[in-house]
């Protein structure tokens, strides 16, 4: 059974970083595309993230400039580096990864911005 893990949600202050890590672990799987979703108290989910095997990235308009994904293939791991944060970065965190045919989530770390 494929399983997500995220970690590094935290509270902090506006205009500060933090780096979410997502850990992939049990069964076989290759994911050809891993990401971050995120959700806030009364809105839908939404996309913040995707990066392919291979390094090609996408990003929410909202965040581009201020956050960067990246992957470790060797460890099974995604990463969100967070930069410039603003209170409407606050929500859960998700991670997601695609193995060409489903979608695996995780439970979610929370990211409060606020001073």
């Known amino acids: 059974q494929v399983q997500l893990v995220e970690s590094g949600g935290d509270l902090v202050q506006p205009g500060g970083s933090l780096r979410l890590s997502c850990l992939a672990s049990g069964g076989s799987f290759s994911f050809s595309s891993m990401g971050w979703y995120r959700q806030a108290p009364g809105k839908q989910r939404e996309l913040v993230a995707r990066?392919?095997?291979?390094?090609?990235?996408i990003y929410a308009a909202s965040v581009k400039g201020r956050f960067t994904i990246s992957r470790d293939n060797a460890k099974n791991t995604v990463y969100l580096q967070m930069s410039s944060l603003k209170p409407e970065d606050t929500a859960v965190y998700v991670c997601?990864?695609?193995?060409?045919?489903?979608?695996?989530w995780g439970q979610g770390t929370q990211v409060t911005v606020s001073s």
């Open positions: 997601n990864g695609f193995d060409g045919r489903r979608n695996y």
């Open positions: 990066v392919t095997s291979i390094g090609a990235t």
